[in-house]
């Protein structure tokens, strides 16, 4: 991979990514804890300001507290990208897996298979996801850990874009003479698809990860952001961004709002230039790529 | 031409059918139950099944969705006597917990997400048109990578923290703009308009990212056309040139604002609730918190109602520009 600006989204994805994974070690690295209130750090008689500067910023307390509570900033930001990173990347992951399947079928099978197919994919793509990924929330039994709820409800409206993309490649591969060879010799269908089609999509596969994932972890921090995905009491980088909306109005704790969104930021700009390049790399037509 | 719209109005209204009945079997058969949160507690159950009654909600989740149906068309009446709640077509259901209309309560919303939504949609084109076809003209030199690298960065920056970090600087740091609130056009025009401009930059330029990559692929593929090369060879100047190249990327460009928009109609849910502006997508949002799910579906469907009328729109507007659509 030649590009400067792809290498440097996947270093900058590498890095949140391990600290996400590593939270607990990072907080026990800065001796604090994500559960533990701290009221003597923040100012009750100012509306809940943490002393100090930039949100309280020092040695102990790296990314400042968390105005109101005096819960150790660091701590919920590591612990919050890790909820956030692993609904996203299990989202991601189902929702690859069904779209491959599913373009992968429509576009080698054909037919009316394709046809019906196709048509509840183009219905699905002009779909008011977002509306319904929120009035789902309603429903859902709540006994259901809201983390498995909102990878699941990604998963399921996600496919639609990775189907379509694997649809037309798959649909040019298959008039390609070397599948007519397998075919003609007799190769299951099993092994045609496994063994023929699918190493040739890797590429492809490769860019749709890559660039579903970040729009991924934006909705699912999204919901959150909104108050109808994960709940306010664990820690979540949507959660934290949400809850400093009323401390953005006034101005007062800017770190509040600043550090959790780096971070989130850190995550979807990294993987969408490590998409953007890797696309550029494997030659891949994405809908607004398209020529 | 007729018969094409009257084939493309007939999947319309086959995809809205099946839209609605999906959800009313999803939403009126799962276990929970609306007609439980307005009982109260303690909930007796000879008040549940009066309740159940009052709401509709004693019959099945396929009559429901035939009641609704019919709502939209002749509007429909809940309960009897003096108790009764009137709800006049086309009825998106009643919220029992605010004794309205669902419909009504889009229509007092409709203005917030109107004018965010137009006004954002009219800055992407605005900014997108104008950005897109001037990277391509300057294509490899900066400001086509400074247009690349910038639409790179807002199509993946999610909207709320673009909103947050706009409020951040411009109203706090810069103190320059009001950061929330909506104040009605009839109220005052100015502040109504002054209100905006933080949101509509938020909407604009986000969706104006998509607009200007496509807009730049598009003005290249004109510019490379064999009828601008017969107009060019012609010794037609650089600008008569570059005006005909643009006049072609407007169709397809049109195609995708139509869409946009209806998408943007049905909720800027996200900017709404950054600058704390009481639109649709805070309806549904206020409903899915109160376990109101008349407010939920009447507000979900009529957002699906709107993308899809926007879908038939752009449609039959590309059908008439474009006789190769209609035979499709």
């Known amino acids: ?291 | 031409m007729t018969s094409y719209i009257a084939r493309r109005l007939v999947v319309s209204l086959l995809v809205l059918l099946a839209i609605s009945f999906c959800v009313f079997m999803l939403f009126y058969s799962g276990p929970s139950d609306p007609a439980r949160v307005m009982c109260g507690k303690p909930c007796q159950p000879e008040r549940l099944t009066q309740v159940k009654h009052f709401m509709g909600t004693d019959k099945n989740a396929f009559v429901q969705w035939l009641d609704f149906l019919k709502g939209l068309f002749v509007g429909r009446t809940y309960g009897t006597g003096a108790e009764a709640a009137h709800c006049s077509a086309p009825c998106f259901g009643f919220s029992f917990d605010q004794r309205q209309s669902v419909t009504n309560l889009i229509w007092s919303r409709l203005p917030v997400t109107a004018s965010l939504a137009l006004g954002g949609a009219a800055v992407s084109l605005l900014v997108g048109m104008t950005l897109g076809p001037l990277a391509a003209i300057f294509r490899g030199r900066w400001p086509d990578a400074l247009v690349r690298g910038g639409s790179l960065f807002l199509v993946a920056t999610p909207a709320y923290l673009l909103g947050l970090l706009g409020i951040l600087l411009f109203g706090f740091q810069l103190n320059v703009v009001p950061v929330s609130g909506y104040v009605a056009l009839t109220d005052s025009p100015v502040d109504w308009a002054w209100h905006l401009v933080l949101p509509w930059c938020v909407i604009g330029l986000i969706n104006a990212a998509g607009y200007a990559r496509f807009a730049r692929n598009q003005m290249l593929d004109e510019l490379g056309s064999d009828h601008l090369l017969a107009q060019r060879a012609t010794g037609a100047p650089k600008r008569t040139v570059r005006r005909a190249a643009r006049r072609g990327v407007w169709v397809p460009i049109t195609t995708l604002f139509g869409l946009d928009l209806a998408m943007l109609l049905s909720g800027s849910i996200f900017t709404e609730r950054v600058f704390s502006m009481h639109g649709i997508g805070d309806l549904l949002i206020g409903g899915v918190s109160s376990h109101d799910l008349g407010i939920v579906v009447g507000t979900a469907l009529f957002g699906a109602a709107l993308i899809i009328v926007g879908n038939l729109v752009v449609d039959i507007v590309q059908g008439s520009i474009d006789p190769r659509v209609r035979r499709g």
Request: aromatic share 8%; hydrophobic share 50%; glycine share 14%.
């Open chain 1, 1 to 291: 991979m030649r590009s400067g600006a792809g290498r440097a989204g996947a270093v900058a994805l590498l890095l949140v990514m391990i600290a996400g994974f590593c939270a607990p070690l990072l907080t026990a690295l800065e001796g604090q804890n994500p559960s533990d209130f701290n009221g003597d750090l923040v100012d009750g008689n100012n509306g809940g300001n943490p002393y100090g500067s930039f949100g309280g910023v020092n040695g102990s307390h790296w990314f400042g507290v968390e105005p109101g509570t005096g819960r150790d900033l660091f701590a919920l930001v590591v612990y919050g990208l890790r909820t956030t990173i692993l609904i996203a990347l299990a989202a991601t992951v189902v929702s690859v897996i069904i779209g491959t399947a599913v373009g992968m079928s429509m576009g080698y099978l054909g037919g009316w298979f394709e046809t019906v197919l196709g048509r509840f994919v183009d219905f699905m793509f002009g779909f008011p996801t977002l509306l319904f990924l929120i009035a789902l929330q309603l429903i859902v039994p709540s006994d259901i850990p809201k983390p498995v709820v909102l990878a699941v409800v990604l998963a399921a409206f996600g496919w639609v874009g990775t189907a379509r993309l694997i649809h037309t490649q798959t649909r040019q591969l298959a008039a390609r003479e070397f599948i007519d060879a397998a075919r003609a010799s007799g190769t299951p269908l099993r092994r045609v698809l496994v063994g023929e089609l699918l190493p040739n999509l890797i590429g492809t596969l490769a860019v749709v990860v890559a660039l579903s994932f970040p729009a991924t972890v934006a909705v699912s921090a999204g919901l959150s952001f909104l108050g109808v995905g994960i709940g306010a009491d664990t820690p979540d980088l949507g959660v934290l961004i949400g809850s400093s909306i009323t401390w953005t109005y006034t101005g007062a704790d800017a770190g509040y709002l600043i550090f959790p969104s780096i971070v989130l930021l850190l995550i979807v700009l990294g993987a969408t230039l490590l998409g953007d390049a890797l696309r550029d790399a494997f030659d891949v037509r994405t809908e607004e790529n398209a020529r």
